[in-house]
């Protein structure tokens, strides 16, 4: 042992003793008693910086018994150094010194700040992994101990949270000694620390033998899920899933469900509510297979538990806090793929209806957002009568956000609705998407019609979305021509280079006369987007002649990016002349191909960067509504984008040579 | 006749979809006015059984009075019936005798004296708990802004009124009897009946306050009780979930209970209010119940004056940072604490005190400036400063002279220059020197300032050095390392 600790202190030591003159320990112990809090706190982030001055033994015999006896500051300041303490092993001289670093967290530990103490057990715990066998039990149980029979409850709260790290590593009869501690825990006089106790309750079973998890844990769950507080009752339901999870089928019947049906009839809906959340994480645990599930919980009791949950959610579903109701809406969908299709018609489907016109829109997004559990079960069918209105109603909800999240789903929505219900119903939804005024959403409508048309197909694409897209391209409004250029920068790809070239390009090249510079500059960039799409002769024929013109254009930005992108085709082009000149060489049939591929490489890099330089655009866009501006004004948002674009670029030319190899 | 009922929701729904048929903007603003107008109904869960119909029985006083007694029993249990209030068409005419009753026992009560005799008390109780205690629905506005917003009122309020209205009516009764009432109104009583100040409606809370009130006051076997159960409902409002509606109620309460205090303060008290009370002073929502839990502190101070040292220190620990509103009655309370302070202890926290004094009178926001400035304004404030003048004068001469050049308030600049004026007047020889010292000060902690970066900068370095150190060292210590475990 001493082998080992010797070369780690040796170098450390020896510093310490070298800065002895230039750091006493006056000085920075000055620093960390600063009369200004925020310098004092700007000392103790910087605590292990002391500590290495200062060297291991000095560290141990100066710095922490200061610290000890110094707590008594502000919290910000504490929540500091219990954050510190942590990570402070290495400083004090490694594991065989751990140990040294208790006291202070001790007295951490008994803070009333909450943060602080929660930060405290945390760095306790950390720090308990890092003490042998035989330091655990001479140091940190008795710790554990003092602070389990603390006067205060804060120390006695910090207790719970130590059990599960300690007891894995003790001998028995310590093992003994620490459940009991926690057994009176559970019972404690204040509910603050039967709280704590019930929250780690689970977490504690884990580490417990199997008999003690039945003759000790689970008379504490019943005992804490019938206690006089329903907070301490509804912790108690949320510990049942780790501790249901350890049990077998027979004993999980006979010892944990009676008291879990009794909290699905509690008298308060917090325990109650805690029951449905906390049932589909027992569901979580065995989404890949109903029968892993019926292995946790006896497949009568899920029924049993689902109806009695069907008129608590009923129940929820008529209550009046919209947290509670989203919330249910988010775990009740997920009900389905247990109960079977039966029960999710008879049970479910009468919720997901009721929920699917409430009145608070998340209740009514969370239920969308899970269509695909019950699609699974039921097909969706069953719903889409219902469906509609809520989706319509939800695509002109009016807060953005809201609009933002169910575009998200539109593409699952159209995959399991089918094309003919989509162009029937949404697809007039999707185009609306594409101007609005929150430049959000404009956005996301635009990727929307990118993954639609993945879905459905490049014929559906030409047919319904690109002649649409087109048309905006004369709107009045510059934000909407800007808008196709961005439909097509996005769905070129997709499209295919047929339609790309014969339609799109055109409009695209006629924008570049546009009167307003963004759209000039949108021109160009999105000239550059599709440039790898298109074939060489409209390359060079068409795109080059327009982007030189933009390139002289009056406008410094529309310059600036035409001169770009006219730099990106001229490597295209030649790039695609390489081959001939080098004709040489075999050509092997692969060649081509990959050479055309090539180019795509940096189209695919200043893709990325245009996405990250839109966004300052983006937000100065959806604050300021403004249907036209002036040519000035149009130059405001994009002028500053400049410096973000130059780091991008060198930042991708930087990243570039590396990705090649 | 039908009782007042909250407006139906029903209504509320249709004339939103008819405006969002115009516009869908306008529907924000409609919903909340909605909401704002919602009351709410105590657990839907507990009026699932099936609905009894209320028959109405005769009057207590067509009866002979030996069949009183029982009548009034029977119309006890007829009242443990409850109603769904948020559906206020159902039951109009079982609600309606209910209230009827519920008033006719109220007066009976009230005004006959010998009616509350020992066999009631268990049908009395039981009638209360029925109506009174049930799970509080959650929160319709978690952002629930008590100054901005409406309170959610308790839909069954015309019930429950008259239930409280009746429960004080009983408990002042001068026929009460405390020595029978104890067995019924227990622990678990007050233990529920103390959850119920977390409702939102305000009239709840007024008549909880003052049924608590009575029942601290005549059972003096809870009194212990009630005081921890309080506390736990403080430290769960500070440390866990920051929100209680009945906080300020809470606090009249105890003021009235601290001020019965007996000399010497036991050590739970003093407990109480250094963990409890002054934690209190962090909490968000502290606008709500300042006055109440400031007269709290000043009631303790009264008592025992050298609790000052200990509640102001822990006033200026807990500090507000950001909040100037906040900071604004920090001061207050401050003021509030020095109008009743012994100069004895006003020595022992002068110097922490003024230095955040002097922070606030250099505050950049205006309010907590003026707040602080006002102080000298407080005659009996003044006179301790006076007393002290050697120790404040060097603490608060650097901002004041400071702001005094360069606040961007005019009114703020102009009291600087009274509170400059009347300190120097006290002593006139130190602000002298303090003026004509003020620069090289200045330059002083400028220099100390350069010497703590200086500090930093080497022991940055020195980190690196270690660092480096560590990484080539860490080869050297891995071929050990692996040694000791080939030796063993």
Partial sequence: MAGAAGPGAGPGAAGGDGDDSLYPIAVLIDELRNEDVQLRLNSI???????????????????????????????????????????????????????????????????????????????????????????????????????ASGDWFTSRTSACGLFSVCYPRASNAVKAEIRQHFRSLCSDDTPMVRRAAASKLGEFAKVLELDSVKTEIVPLFTNLASDEQDSVRLLAVEACVSIAQLLSQDDLEALVMPTLRQAAEDKSWRVRYMVADKFSEVKCIGISGIENLKGICPADFLLDTTINLSILGLELVSDTNQHVKSALASVIMGLSTILGKENTIEHLLPLFLAQLKDECPEVRLNIISNLDCVNE????????????????????????????????????????????????????????????????IREAATNNLMKLVQKFGTEW?????????????????????????????????ACGKEITTKQMLPIVLKMAGDQVANVRFNVAKSLQKIGPILDTNALQGEVKPVLQKLGQDEDMDVKYFAQEAISVVAQRLRKLDFPVKDSEEPSIPGVDKNLFLRPRVPGENTGKAQRGRAAPVASKEAVDAAPLRGTNAAKGPHVNTRDTLAQLETAELMHFPQSRE | MSSPSPPAPVSCAAAISAAEKVDGFTRKSVRKAQ???????????????GQAELHPLPQLKDVTSNEQQELFCQKLQQCCVLFDFMDSVSDLKSKEIKRATLNELVEYVSTNRGVIVESAYSDIVKMISANIFRTLPPSDNPDFDPEEDEPTLEASWPHIQLVYEFFLRFLESPDFQPSIAKRYIDQKFVQQLLELFDSEDPRERDFLKTVLHRIYGKFLGLRAFIRKQINNIFLRFIYETEHFNGVAELLEILGSIINGFALP?????????MKVLIPMHTAKGLALFHAQLAYCVVQFLEKDTTLTEPVIRGLLKFWPKTCSQKEVMFLGEIEEILDVIEPTQFKKIEEPLFKQISKCVSSSHFQVAERALYFWNNEYILSLIEENIDKILPIMFASLYKISKEHWNQTIVALVYNVLKTLMEMNGKLFDDLTSSYKAERQREKKKELEREELWKKLEELKLKKALEKQNSAYTEHGILECNTNAS
């Fill in chain 1, 45 to 147: 982030k910087k605590l292990s910086t002391i500590a290495l001055a200062l060297g291991v033994e000095r560290t141990r015999t100066e710095l922490l018994p200061f610290l000890t006896d110094t707590i008594y500051d502000e919290d910000e300041v504490l929540l500091a150094l219990a954050e510190q303490l942590g990570n402070f092993t290495g400083l004090v001289g490694g594991p065989d010194f751990a140990h040294c670093l208790l006291p202070p967290l001790e007295s951490l530990a008994t803070v009333e700040e909450t943060v602080v103490r929660d930060k405290a057990v945390e760095s306790l715990r950390q720090i308990s992994q890092e003490h042998t066998p035989v330091a655990l039990e001479a140091h940190f149980v008795p710790l554990v101990k003092r602070l």
């Fill in chain 2, 265 to 273: 303060l036991k050590a739970e008290h003093k407990q109480f209010l």
């Fill in chain 1, 377 to 440: 079960v039921i097909g969706i069918r069953q719903l889409s009568q219902s469906l509609l209105p809520a989706i319509v109603e939800l695509a002109e909800d009016a807060k953005w956000r809201v609009r933002l999240a169910i575009i998200e789903y539109m593409p699952l929505l159209a995959g399991q609705l089918g094309v003919e219900f989509f162009d029937e119903k949404l697809n007039s939804l999707c185009m609306a998407w594409l101007v609005d005024h929150v430049y959000a």
């Fill in chain 2, 35 to 49: 909401r704002q107008k919602r009351s709410q109904g105590s657990s839907q869960f507990r009026s699932q059984g």
């Fill in chain 1, 461 to 493: 694409a030409q047919n319904t979305i690109v002649p649409r897209v087109l048309v905006m391209a004369n709107d009045p409004n510059y934000l909407h021509r800007m808008t196709t250029l961005f439909c097509i920068n996005a769905l070129s790809e």
